[in-house]
């Protein structure tokens, strides 16, 4: 398997050596033809001889890294041909030889592990201050102490310390975590991290070489450098077939007293089993897994993930999505979550901020109309500020001496609770709302986990550079066997390392942090869609499409394709031994045996093509009208997360001050409730659930969801008999409790029904 520190190109050789050996044995087929016997010999002969030479070079290769493959049976064989004079024989050799290194050529012909694109994001120069001015230097020309200015947007050349204004950063190329980080004078900031704010000045506190940055492309780089190559599997079952074979041939000489015996053994011998059979069957996984989107650099890597047992995994933009997205919108008491979410978005247009952006996005989704806000500015660490509909609106943190309300209190705690982040409204002057944002579980990383460890996966753990509190919650939600938190590149390779002694090792990752563990595995596998250039290029598997239950897939596809190679690869080897038998015997003379070797070749190649066939075990067969109803019923849910906040909300207005105020926001839910919601639940129901049932077994494997479905209507129905027997305005004695355990139990049912939705029935769509 080629990693970093030797990155294999595409090889030239094989294809010119199959088309030179196919034209030998066909012009000799064609003169044997019209009787030019001699010129046959010497077209064949020659076809011989040109597979010698590269097949010698193959063997010296092999025998200096301590292995004696298939390659040196073939040497012997041709070489046997040759001085027999069985040039047919030795041409069909040579062209099976030539089929199976092209085949494994093909197979690695994607491999580039270099470190271009870790060099790339590197900067070149630095900007550093003077008594004269600012004056631009190369990078290497910076040393400790200089005082350095760093641009909006730019990448921190080297490592160093704040020394002006608190400056905001991008931490994600080296904590894989999308949120910003603020970091106040005197605090220190490493190489490679993205100037997320206003200009800072920076004082450097190593050179070029010491910093962080370049410290994680020297540990890519070793990674690289240690890691075992694969055995190829061919090269595995040739340990003991090669001397079984000389073994054979030898006493065939030996009591015969004949050395045509002798290179008959060795002919039918040629292990063309494994040198098509487990090509075949390994470039046919292959094909398959990159129609699902997983690009497999090479055989090697395949075969290896087919054996692995020990799965590491990043956190952020592997097992969640890697965006924040809005968790909740809390209100203030005299207004209303979507107002809040509205108001925030039209702000947050303007604004570059990743918690913006995903303000944005989520109002977007709800269909609100934003307005278009004047006079927008933003401050770095503070957030942003403007007109919006005639109002002085803000949008961001709360500064230490800002008054809080009482409600706050509660934001606080939601958002300790929850592990998100904050962002504070207010409207002219004044607390309107918050919204939670955090990174969210992605919905297929349940479902694929658990087809891992169906599929032999025996240990799953996260590495990861977020906090411990939401490193440990992902992991208890997912039965993770172990979490690793508050990681740097250094301690994730350390851990990959760890686990590599034992057993086969899987690392799963997509930021540039995660580039050096990805060359310390045994496999890398880089999320590829939205992942860094960089975690792409040091993996051996990249994902290109978004979906971590590709993983999944592919792990069943190569233990698929490796078990039907191996089937291969044994059935032609003992078929093959029973050939090399008669043939010590005298029964198959040397040519006779060849075209034996040929049938047998053809039995195990169609044999190993079956490993282009779909597993539908693997996933669950869906139609494309199923398919088109997953989809619409997902932006459902999406569209829908109003309404959940408005029972969390109505159910909070209760607690706070039951009056009339929270009873008319019980009716507002109630009316979300019966325009949307339910017909949401009843088309579920009655058109999602009968389409799925074929492709999972049945109507009993929606029976729990659709007991949910009904719990959802009983508590619905009860809110509006709660409603009908208020009056004047007020609850009647003893509602008040029921009520608000009503509410507050349907928002729990429904945010635990659509993740269960969303978990087990959208994750199947691609």
């Known amino acids: 398997m080629p990693r970093l520190s030797a990155a294999h190109g595409a090889s030239r050789l094989e294809p010119v050596l199959l088309a030179v050996t196919a034209a030998a044995l066909t012009a000799g087929g064609l003169a044997w033809l019209v009787g030019a016997t001699g010129l046959a010999d010497l077209f064949w002969a020659l076809g011989t001889l040109s597979a010698v030479v590269p097949a010698v070079g193959w063997v010296l290769v092999?025998?200096?890294?301590?292995?004696?493959?298939?390659?040196?049976?073939?040497?012997?064989?041709?070489?046997?041909?040759?001085?027999?004079?069985?040039?047919?024989?030795?041409?069909?050799?040579?062209?099976?030889?030539?089929?199976?290194?092209?085949?494994?050529?093909?197979?690695?012909?994607?491999?580039?592990?270099?470190?271009?694109?870790?060099?790339?994001?590197?900067p070149r120069f630095a900007r550093r201050r003077t008594d004269a001015g600012v004056a631009t230097v190369p990078l290497d020309e910076v040393a400790v102490g200089d005082l350095l200015v760093v641009g909006a947007g730019e990448v921190v050349p080297v490592d160093g310390r704040v020394e002006t204004v608190t400056a905001v950063l991008d931490e994600s190329v080296l904590t894989g975590e999308p949120l910003q980080v603020e970091r106040p004078r005197g605090e220190k900031v490493r190489s490679g991290v993205v100037n997320a704010g206003g200009a800072f000045e920076l004082r450097a506190t190593a050179t070029e070489q010491d910093s962080t940055y370049a410290g994680i492309v020297r540990l890519a780089r070793q990674a690289g450098a240690e890691s075992a190559p694969v055995v190829r599997l061919a090269d595995r079952y040739a340990a003991w077939f090669l001397p079984l074979s000389l073994l054979v041939a030898g006493l065939a000489w030996l009591v015969s007293g004949s050395p045509v015996r002798a290179v008959a053994v060795l002919v039918v011998a040629?292990?063309?089993?494994?040198?098509?059979?487990?090509?075949?069957?390994?470039?046919?996984?292959?094909?398959?897994?990159?129609?699902?989107?997983?690009?497999?650099?090479?055989?090697?890597?395949?075969?290896?993930?087919g054996r692995a047992r020990t799965l590491l995994l990043d956190k952020t933009g592997t097992l969640t999505r890697g965006r924040p997205r809005v968790l909740d919108v809390i209100a203030a008491p005299d207004v209303r979550p979507a107002e809040v979410l509205r108001q925030a978005a039209s702000l947050d247009q303007y604004s570059p901020h990743v918690l913006a952006q995903a303000i944005v996005d989520t109002a977007r989704e709800r269909k609100l109309e934003l307005s278009v806000p004047a006079g927008v500015t933003e401050e770095p660490g503070r957030g942003a500020t403007g007109t919006v509909d005639g109002h002085q609106v803000s949008i961001g943190r709360f500064g230490p001496t800002d008054a809080r309300p009482s409600w706050a209190r509660a934001v606080d705690n939601r958002a300790l609770l929850d592990g998100a982040a904050v962002a504070w409204l207010t409207v002219d002057g004044q607390p309107a709302g918050a919204l939670l944002l955090r990174d969210p579980l992605r919905q297929d990383a349940p479902r694929t986990l658990r087809h891992l460890r169906a599929a032999g996966i025996e240990r799953l753990l996260m590495l990861t550079g977020?906090?411990?509190?939401?490193?440990?919650?992902?992991?208890?939600?997912?039965?993770?066997?172990?979490?690793?938190?508050?990681?740097?590149?250094?301690?994730?390779?350390?851990?990959?390392?760890?686990?590599?002694?034992?057993?086969?090792?899987?690392?799963?990752?997509?930021?540039?942090?995660?580039?050096?563990?990805?060359?310390?595995?045994?496999?890398?596998?880089?999320?590829?869609?939205?992942?860094?250039?960089?975690?792409?290029?040091?993996?051996?598997?990249?994902?290109?499409?978004?979906?971590?239950?590709?993983?999944?897939?592919?792990?069943?596809?190569?233990?698929?394709?490796?078990?039907?190679?191996?089937?291969?690869?044994?059935?032609?080897?003992?078929?093959?031994?029973?050939?090399?038998?008669?043939?010590?015997?005298?029964?198959?003379?040397?040519?006779?045996?060849?075209?034996?070797?040929?049938?047998?070749?053809?039995?195990?190649?169609?044999?190993?093509?079956?490993?282009?066939?779909?597993?539908?075990?693997?996933?669950?067969?869906?139609?494309?009208?199923?398919?088109?109803?997953?989809?619409?019923?997902?932006?459902?849910?999406?569209?829908?997360?109003?309404?959940?906040?408005?029972?969390?909300?109505?159910?909070?207005?209760l607690s706070d001050n039951p009056g009339p105020q929270a009873l008319a926001a019980v009716r507002d839910t109630h009316r979300l409730l019966t325009e949307r919601l339910l017909p949401h639940e009843y088309a579920e129901e009655h058109q999602l659930y009968p389409a799925l049932a074929p492709a999972l077994g049945g109507p009993e494997a929606t029976a729990t969801m659709s007991r949910a479905h009904t719990e959802i209507e009983r508590l619905s129905r009860r809110i509006a008999t709660h409603l009908q027997l208020a009056h004047d305005g007020g609850l009647a004695p003893g509602q008040l409790d029921d009520l608000r355990s009503c509410l507050y139990g349907l928002n729990t049912a429904l945010r635990l029904h659509f993740t269960q939705e969303e978990e087990n029935y959208f994750s199947l769509a691609p």
Do not use: W
């Not at 025998?63 to 012997?76: P, T």
């Not at 041709?78 to 027999?84: D, I, K, Q, R």
């Not at 063309?272 to 897994?289: D, K, Q, Y």
């Not at 906090?467 to 066997?481: F, G, M, Q, S, T």
């Open 270 to 305: 040629t292990p063309c089993p494994l040198l098509l059979a487990a090509p075949v069957a390994i470039v046919s996984g292959l094909s398959r897994a990159s129609r699902l989107g997983v690009v497999i650099r090479d055989g090697g890597a395949l075969e290896n993930l």
């Open 466 to 653: 977020d906090r411990a509190a939401p490193a440990h919650e992902v992991a208890a939600l997912l039965e993770l066997d172990d979490v690793r938190a508050e990681l740097s590149p250094a301690g994730k390779v350390a851990a990959v390392r760890a686990e590599r002694e034992r057993a086969v090792t899987v690392m799963v990752g997509d930021g540039v942090n995660d580039a050096p563990a990805l060359a310390a595995a045994d496999i890398g596998v880089a999320m590829g869609a939205r992942g860094s250039t960089a975690s792409s290029e040091a993996a051996d598997i990249v994902l290109t499409t978004d979906r971590v239950d590709r993983l999944a897939d592919a792990v069943a596809i190569a233990q698929r394709a490796r078990r039907i190679a191996v089937q291969s690869a044994l059935g032609g080897m003992l078929m093959s031994l029973a050939a090399m038998g008669a043939a010590a015997f005298g029964l198959l003379p040397p040519a006779a045996g060849a075209l034996l070797q040929e049938g047998i070749d053809v039995a195990v190649i169609l044999n190993a093509l079956r490993a282009l066939r779909v597993d539908q075990a693997a996933r669950p067969a869906l139609t494309p009208a199923t398919e088109t109803l997953i989809h619409r019923f997902a932006a459902e849910h999406d569209d829908l997360q109003d309404v959940l906040e408005s029972v969390r909300d109505a159910a909070d207005r």
């Open 62 to 122: 092999a025998l200096r890294h301590g292995r004696a493959g298939v390659d040196l049976i073939a040497v012997l064989a041709l070489g046997g041909t040759l001085a027999v004079h069985e040039y047919l024989a030795g041409a069909l050799i040579a062209l099976m030889l030539a089929t199976g290194r092209t085949l494994e050529s093909a197979a690695q012909r994607r491999a580039s592990h270099d470190l271009r694109a870790l060099l790339e994001h590197a």
